[in-house]
Every structure is written in C-alpha cells, then in structure tokens.
C-alpha cells in the first residue's frame, strides 16, 4: 500500500478515523462532499474538527445533498458559518427537480490528501461492519489525484443551488468526463445526454476480463452489463457477485434479487453478506480496481452525480482483493450446505441459500 500510495478502509470505524486526523492535520484547506450529513456524535466530532481547522487558518467548505441531508438541522452549521466557514446544499429540494441528487463522498485535506469511498458523516456507519455499523469500503489517495479530487469538488460547490431543468436525463450536460492520470482515471458523472464514462470503461474492461468480483450494495445493472458479466463466464472466466441480505432500501433489494435465476443460469456466482447492513461499492476486473461513491443500480448510472476512481495497477488490484475477501471471514464458494436449505428470499426459483461464515451463497438446485 506504500508504494501505490493507497490505504484502504474496511469499516467506518478505520475510515472515520483516518479522515478526523487529516481534518485536524490541516492547515490550508478542507472540503468535505457527502450526500447524508447526520447529527449525532459522529456528526458533531467531525463538525468540532472542521470548526478547529477554520480557527486554525484553513478554508473550509461543506458540501451536502439537501435530499440526503434532509433532517440535519438548519442551525447545525451555525458555528462553522460564525468562523467564516462555507456550507452549501446541492439542489436545494423542489418538486421540479427532486431526484437530481449528489451521491459523491469525498473529503481532500490540503490538496495533498484525499478520501472517497460509500461512507456517510452518519453514526450508523461508526462501527467494524461485523458487530456493530453498516459495512462499507473507502480508501485514501494522495498526489496528483487529490488534486484532481478538489478541483472536482470546487466545480460541484458551484454548481450547488444549480436550476436543474425538467427533464435533465435528456438533456446534454458537461458533468460527464474522465480526468486521465497515468495508470488512474477519476470518472465523473451525472445526469443528461452523452457516454457515461463510469458504464463505458466498465464495459470495456469486462469484454477481456477473466475474474470479476463485484462488492454492491444496490444492484441492479443495466441490461449490457448484465450481458457483459455473463459473457465472463462463458469465455471460462469467474464473475463473483457479493451483494446485500440485509438493506435499508427494500424495494431495491428485491428488484436485484429478481435478477438471482439469470445470473444463476448464467454460471456467476452469488453471495450475500449477513452480518450487517452492505453499502460498499468496490468492482474489481483482472487488474482493474473500481471504488467510489456509485452503486450498480440505474439512480447511479443514470441519475446521480457519482464519482469512480479507476486503477489498472496489479498491485491495487491484489490489495481490492484481499479487501473484498476481509468484507467476510471467508469468501470461498462453499461446496455443501451448511444451513437448512432455505429457499432464496422471494427469488421465483429453485435454489438454496448455503451459509458460510457470514455469507450466503445461492446456487441453482
């Protein structure tokens, strides 16, 4: 992890913590994206470092979605605005354009330092991911893609009280682009006409991909990806799927279970993760590593503004491995049940759902 320049955070517990030292290491600026800003200890230990690091000198710029943000409450940043900090609400809520949202997690600490991944600034994501908070993944950066990450963070506080227009999907719009770097891409995207850089590059690399495992917490690929991943295995490559039992969004949990007999069919392999709540979004194709902030679901596909950092380094691959392995004491494909044979969850097929330290494994009967 030394030599990539890349730390990666298991749980919230690891990343929260990582991102508080930066946030207090600081002395030029910070700027913190989220989508869902909560109040709670959590939210206060971080709004006490950013109020620490204004009194210490340094800009200091919050970026929150104003749907996703909805119950903090209005005097919460009353303080960090007093000091001279900047908070802003992307797309302030309106029945026009409700659903363009901001779902981009980023926090950059002078420039030098930067951190993406699925968490929130919310306490249910303050834990180990096994006993206690949802399980999620993120991961730091530095060098040149920090900085690429703050100018990406300065055009979206611009853009926070935007007009977004009805019918925004139809529309072409300039927040679609890849940022290059040698051997990494930050891939931007957002809702309008023109390629979506996040879809084209997935599916370009899973045409010569070999072994593709996929961390997801709301999964509902478009039609070409699903084509793509079953292509995968028919060229004799292995496609692993490690998805969500439990979820805080049920109607989104069930329309990827609807999926579950194609994939099946398909010869991919299939996992839930049992433990706790799965938010993690981590794609990992042979030596390309995809993680950020977008889930596999048409709202982030199609809808959101999402960010993706796309490494194709051997060595950051290795280590996106061991990372999907550690969300379970064991990611092996079980080869008996271990359970009681129970029927996939509201899945139109039969099938059983093999339990294996913390995860569940569905295969066709």
Not at 16 to 29: D, K, P, Y
Not at 76 to 83: K, P, Q, T, V
Not at 116 to 141: E, H, P
Not at 275 to 289: E, M
Request: a positive charge.
């Amino acid at each position: 992890m030394v030599g990539s320049g890349v730390i990666w955070f298991r749980s919230g517990q690891e990343a929260f913590s990582a991102m508080l030292i930066a946030i207090e290491s600081a002395r030029q600026s910070v700027r913190l994206e989220t989508y869902t800003y909560a109040s709670g200890h959590l939210g206060q230990r971080f709004l006490n470092a950013l109020l620490q690091a204004k009194q210490r000198g340094a800009s200091v710029q919050v970026l929150i979605d104003a749907f996703g943000s909805y119950g903090l409450p209005s005097a919460f940043w009353a303080s960090l605005e007093a000091a001279g900090g900047q908070v802003r609400q992307f797309n302030p809520l309106s029945l026009h354009r409700l659903g363009i949202r901001n779902h981009r997690k980023c926090l950059v600490c002078d420039d030098r330092i930067a951190f993406v991944g699925g968490f929130n600034i919310a306490s249910y994501y303050d834990g180990d991911g096994v006993t206690v908070g949802w399980r999620d993944l993120g991961l730091s950066v530095e060098g040149p893609m920090a900085v690429e990450l703050a100018a990406s963070f300065d055009e979206m506080f611009l853009r926070a009280e935007f007009q977004h227009k009805r019918f925004m999907r139809l529309r072409r719009f300039d927040a679609k682009r890849v940022i290059a770097a040698p051997s990494r891409q930050l891939l931007l995207s957002g809702p309008g006409r023109g390629p979506h850089p996040i879809k084209r590059a997935l599916r370009r690399d899973l045409a010569q991909a070999r072994d593709v495992i996929i961390t997801a917490a709301y999964f509902l690929p478009s039609w070409r990806l699903r084509r793509a991943l079953a292509r995968v295995v028919h060229r004799g490559g292995r496609v692993r799927l490690l998805l969500a039992a439990k979820s805080d969004i049920a109607v989104s949990q069930l329309a990827g279970q609807s999926l579950y007999r194609r994939f099946l069919r398909a010869g991919v392999e299939l996992y839930e993760y049992l433990p706790q709540i799965l938010h993690a979004k981590l794609i990992v194709s042979d030596d390309v590593v995809y993680a950020g902030s977008a889930n596999l679901d048409q709202r982030s596909l199609n809808i959101n503004y999402e960010l993706m950092i796309r490494f194709a380094e051997k060595e950051i691959a290795n280590e996106a491995r061991e990372v999907s392995a550690a969300c379970c004491s064991s990611a092996s494909t079980p080869t008996s049940p271990a359970g009681n044979g129970a029927r996939c969850p509201n899945e139109p097929i039969s099938g059983c759902k093999l339990k294996v330290e913390g995860l569940s494994h569905y295969s066709l009967l």
